[in-house]
């Protein structure tokens, strides 16, 4: 499904065939979860493919190296245009792009001086699905920001995504909504949460979240449409009495949400600023306007 005979990655310098590829069994982040990554998508537009706000993502990357302290020493440039090969060598436009940044051979509990890169993409439909969301309040918390880094992207913070989605998914819902260690709504397993009340959006501020890309750019759609966005905590109850709610991130792009708990939202999904949203972030990525909620 992620690859074919024939899938070309980059992996430390080199184009290879990722049926080929091989890592030693005695790296860091096999054992304890030591890696950054991220999550790129690019799409077709009429300039051919696109990879949407690669700077953003590339940049983020290094962040994350860095509070691991992980070497990386290609730059966002490079990284770039790297994205672009690999989609060119594998014939892809609309994809989605996984750069992964792995200590080599090292089983003690400290950073080493060595690390690997690598590039690899394929296709990938939205994340979520195409349908509305049935959410749970997961049993489990997002980490707590004084266990690590929450806002670096690191492998390792997944399996806290991977018990919650999996609790979500055997309980019948679709997806997990992750408390803060205070209690405050967080966000999902893979993604950020929004709730809309009285036309006005709220989600929750930074501290205990991956400060989204897709966020940042729902917050610039709404500026352009005139709507206000509130940075706040909130409790899941505030959640209950929403009158929308959605997901963003870059695999799952705006994924619109029915229920929680089992308490389904006031407005149907076509009628909240939500939708509108989905709408304005699809022509964003494929690079066409929209302005006023209108496409222009
Ligand atoms: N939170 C978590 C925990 C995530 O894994 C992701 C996906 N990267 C997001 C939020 C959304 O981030 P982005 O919009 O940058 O993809």
Same mark, same amino acid.
């Given at each position: 499904?992620?690859?074919?005979?024939?899938?070309?990655?980059?992996?430390?310098?080199?184009?290879t065939?990722?049926?080929?590829?091989?890592?030693?069994?005695?790296?860091?982040s096999?054992?304890?979860?030591?890696?950054?990554?991220?999550?790129?998508?690019s799409?077709?537009?009429?300039?051919?493919?696109?990879?949407?706000?690669?700077?953003?993502?590339?940049?983020?990357?290094?962040?994350?190296?860095?509070?691991?302290?992980?070497?990386?020493?290609l730059?966002?440039?490079?990284?770039?245009k790297?994205?672009?090969?690999?989609?060119?060598?594998?014939n892809?436009?609309?994809?989605?792009?996984?750069? *992964?940044i792995? #200590?080599g051979?090292?089983?003690? !509990?400290?950073?080493?001086?060595?690390s690997?890169?690598?590039?690899? $993409?394929? &296709?990938w439909?939205?994340?979520?699905?195409?349908?509305?969301?049935?959410?749970m309040?997961?049993?489990?918390?997002r980490p707590?920001?004084?266990?690590?880094?929450?806002e670096?992207k690191?492998?390792g913070?997944?399996?806290?995504?991977?018990?919650?989605?999996?609790?979500?998914?055997?309980?019948?819902?679709d997806?997990?909504?992750?408390?803060d260690?205070?209690?405050y709504v967080?966000?999902?397993?893979?993604?950020n949460?929004?709730?809309?009340?009285?036309?006005? *959006?709220?989600? #929750?501020?930074?501290?205990?979240i !991956?400060?989204?890309?897709?966020?940042?750019?729902?917050?610039?759609? $709404?500026d &352009?449409?005139g709507?206000?966005?509130?940075?706040?905590?909130?409790?899941v109850?505030?959640?209950?009495a929403?009158?929308?709610?959605?997901?963003?991130?870059?695999?799952?792009?705006?994924?619109?949400?029915?229920?929680?708990d089992g308490?389904?939202?006031?407005?149907?999904?076509?009628?909240?600023?939500?939708?509108?949203?989905s709408?304005a972030?699809?022509?964003?990525?494929?690079?066409?306007?929209?302005?006023?909620?209108?496409?222009?």
């Amino acid at each position: 499904m992620y690859y074919s005979d024939d899938t070309i990655i980059y992996l430390d310098g080199k184009w290879t065939k990722a049926k080929d590829a091989s890592l030693t069994l005695y790296n860091q982040s096999l054992h304890y979860g030591n890696a950054v990554f991220e999550g790129i998508r690019s799409y077709e537009t009429e300039d051919g493919a696109l990879i949407f706000k690669a700077k953003e993502h590339f940049d983020r990357l290094h962040f994350s190296a860095e509070k691991m302290q992980i070497p990386l020493t290609l730059s966002s440039e490079t990284l770039t245009k790297l994205s672009y090969e690999l989609l060119e060598k594998n014939n892809l436009t609309n994809a989605y792009i996984r750069p *992964l940044i792995y #200590p080599g051979e090292n089983m003690s !509990l400290v950073s080493g001086n060595d690390s690997h890169v690598l590039l690899c $993409a394929w &296709e990938w439909g939205r994340y979520l699905g195409d349908h509305l969301l049935r959410l749970m309040t997961s049993s489990f918390q997002r980490p707590n920001p004084k266990a690590c880094f929450v806002e670096a992207k690191v492998t390792g913070h997944y399996t806290n995504s991977i018990l919650a989605t999996t609790e979500a998914k055997q309980k019948g819902f679709d997806e997990a909504l992750l408390l803060d260690s205070n209690g405050y709504v967080a966000e999902g397993p893979g993604a950020n949460f929004f709730f809309e009340k009285n036309e006005v *959006l709220y989600t #929750p501020k930074l501290g205990n979240i !991956l400060p989204g890309i897709t966020r940042q750019t729902i917050f610039e759609l $709404a500026d &352009e449409m005139g709507i206000e966005v509130r940075e706040r905590q909130f409790k899941v109850e505030d959640v209950y009495a929403a009158d929308g709610a959605f997901f963003t991130g870059t695999a799952a792009e705006v994924a619109g949400i029915e229920s929680l708990d089992g308490k389904y939202f006031s407005l149907q999904w076509p009628d909240t600023i939500g939708y509108e949203l989905s709408r304005a972030y699809n022509n964003r990525v494929q690079k066409k306007e929209y302005k006023n909620f209108e496409l222009v």
